[in-house]
T-cell receptor, first 113, second 113 residues
Framework: AQSVTQPDIHITVSEGASLELRCNYS??????LFWYVQSPGQGLQLLLK??????LVQGIKGFEAEFKRSQSSFNLRKPSVHWSDAAEYFC???????????FGGGTRLMVKP | DTGVSQNPRHKITKRGQNVTFRCDPI?????LYWYRQTLGQGPEFLTY????????KSRLLSDRFSAERPKGSFSTLEIQRTEQGDSAMYLC???????????FGNGTRLTVT
């Protein structure tokens, strides 16, 4: 069974500082990996996705993520955080049939001025 | 692309009542998904449609839950004899192809009193 772990439940960073959100997955074959962001009371917005090819993927809003097969990780990074980035971030994995997306528990990001 | 639309946004009901939620996916998307999200958790997969066929159901979907997509367009999720444990955000998502990321609606928040 596939699973996703986001070890950090809450993270607080200062505006302008760099950010890394951790994601570890468990999946037998090559996974399809995603990062979504959710603002309070809203649905989820896709930040970026990895299916194959270059292991460093670029997303919207200046985010990027790196797929590391040896570490079963897909960490999300941003070089300089903006106050508007405060939200909840979810990592997710699915198989190549795409039928069922499995989400991690989420990391809530707070940004200090 | 008008996005995935869910109605109502909020529903408060008394325990034991039946409720029905509606999801209108992006018009050309033939794949439709329902997820449930409880406070502080990531979304959990409930069920998946390809066109009008319900192809996969989670064990979370007890016999009190039923989902339909009669003409392969909009979908409804009904919960019969609601329980307090059903209180959650119910998210709908759609996609066109297997390799596409899911587009989520803003969800329906159910509160069972």
């Amino acid at each position: 069974a596939q699973s996703v772990t986001q070890p950090d439940i809450h993270i607080t960073v200062s505006e302008g500082a760099s950010l890394e959100l951790r994601c570890n997955y468990s999946y037998g074959a090559t996974p399809y990996l995603f990062w979504y962001v959710q603002s309070p009371g809203q649905g989820l917005q896709l930040l970026l996705k990895y299916f194959s090819g270059d292991t460093l993927v670029q997303g919207i809003k200046g985010f990027e993520a790196e797929f590391k097969r040896s570490q079963s990780s897909f960490n999300l990074r941003k070089p300089s955080v903006h106050w508007s980035d405060a939200a909840e971030y979810f990592c997710a994995v699915t198989n190549n049939a795409g039928n069922m997306l499995t989400f991690g528990g989420g990391t809530r990001l707070m940004v200090k001025p | 692309d008008t996005g995935v639309s869910q109605n109502p946004r909020h529903k408060i009901t008394k325990r034991g009542q039946n409720v029905t939620f509606r999801c209108d996916p992006i018009s050309e998307h033939n794949r439709l998904y329902w997820y449930r999200q409880t406070l502080g958790q990531g979304p959990e997969f409930l069920t998946y449609f390809q066109n009008e066929a319900q192809l996969e159901k989670s064990r979370l979907l007890s016999d009190r839950f039923s989902a339909e997509r009669p003409k392969g367009s909009f979908s409804t999720l009904e919960i019969q004899r609601t329980e307090q444990g059903d209180s959650a955000m119910y998210l709908c998502a759609s996609s066109l192809r297997v390799s596409d990321a899911l587009h989520f609606g803003n969800g329906t928040r159910l509160t069972v009193t």
